[in-house]
């Protein structure tokens, strides 16, 4: 279930630029900093890239947490490095974190991750008055494992308080992944990312999966999937677009019928567009 996250944004049109590298402290909201493996946690894998934008302030500036995918066992911050200056340059006023966490394997199985991005956010809300950012308009942003972690933070914590979240391609229904698989190999993912089955600790299932926390306080949703996607099928997205639906949840679907697990090209251009109109109508 290893993403396509790679070559998903390594084929961004969107022009780079260098960023540009500050010390942490003193912070003038003037100027723009970038801070890298700023830690959240006392693992080295809990740790973040943070990017701040000139003229910033408490009031008016937003945040976009990035969140990597690769099977929750795979995948680094690194996925979205390479683009960072194209955000930049689409979103200006926003800061950008740039999330890492730690991995399911050697014994580090889930919920641990989603412990880490509860971890990583409230950092970035205990420290919203030294950044300069306003606290409670947070955006995740995540890719398939990424997609999950973003959606399961947004629905099931009310704290930090997330103002929209933006999925692509992200499991949001383990239980139905583990009992009416697309592919054998499935089953044999989750339990080694739970370290069980729905037999061991079907709770555990359910406690992992958005839709089990879709109320009508959701933050607006927008989610994006290829119709082809043989990593995880769009019954995925369209129950979540569902249960967003009958809750009354502002909400976007966006399928691309010929897309497969990650595009490129004019439509990921069309998606970077239906972001920015997106977050202007819910995230003014």
Same mark, same amino acid.
């Given at each position: 279930?290893?993403?396509? *996250? ?20 003193? *912070? ?13 946690g ?6 973040m ?6 003229g ?10 990035l ?16 683009q ?5 340059k ?8 740039? *999330? ?28 919203a ?7 409670r ?19 099931k ?11 692509f391609?992200g ?9 009416r ?43 994006f ?26 909400h ?33």
């Amino acid at each position: 279930m290893k993403t396509l *996250l790679a070559a998903f944004f390594l084929m961004s049109i969107l022009p780079s630029c260098d960023s540009r590298s500050q010390s942490a402290a003193p *912070l003038s909201p003037s100027a723009p900093y970038t801070i890298t493996d700023a830690s959240y946690g006392s693992d080295t894998a809990q740790r973040m890239d943070v990017y701040l934008p000139a003229g910033r302030s408490a009031q008016a500036t937003k945040s976009l947490v990035l969140i990597h995918g690769g099977s929750w066992n795979g995948g680094s911050k690194a996925d979205f490095s390479s683009q960072i200056a194209a955000f930049r340059k689409r979103m200006p006023g926003y800061a950008i974190f740039n *999330l890492e966490y730690r991995l399911a394997n050697n014994g580090t199985v889930f919920p641990a991750q989603e412990n880490d991005i509860r971890k990583a956010l409230s950092f970035i809300a205990d420290r919203a008055a030294g950044y300069d950012i306003n606290a409670r308009q947070l955006v995740l942003l995540g890719a398939s494992a990424g997609g999950h972690l973003a959606l399961l933070q947004a629905y099931k914590y009310g704290t930090p308080r997330i103002a929209a979240v933006i999925d692509f391609f992200g499991p949001t229904e383990l239980l139905a992944m583990y009992e009416r698989p697309w592919h054998p190999l499935v089953p044999v993912a989750l339990q080694m990312i739970t370290g069980t089955t729905p037999a061991g600790n079907r709770d555990l299932y359910l406690q992992s999966s958005p839709v089990s926390f879709v109320t009508p306080q959701a933050p607006p949703t927008l989610i994006f999937h290829g119709g082809k996607d043989p990593v995880v099928d769009i019954s995925q997205s369209r129950s979540l677009a569902a249960r967003l639906e009958s809750a009354g949840v502002p909400h976007q679907l966006v399928v691309y019928p010929a897309e497969r697990h990650g595009w490129y090209g004019a439509t990921l251009t069309g998606s970077f567009d239906t972001i920015e109109t997106f977050l202007e109508r819910h995230v003014p």
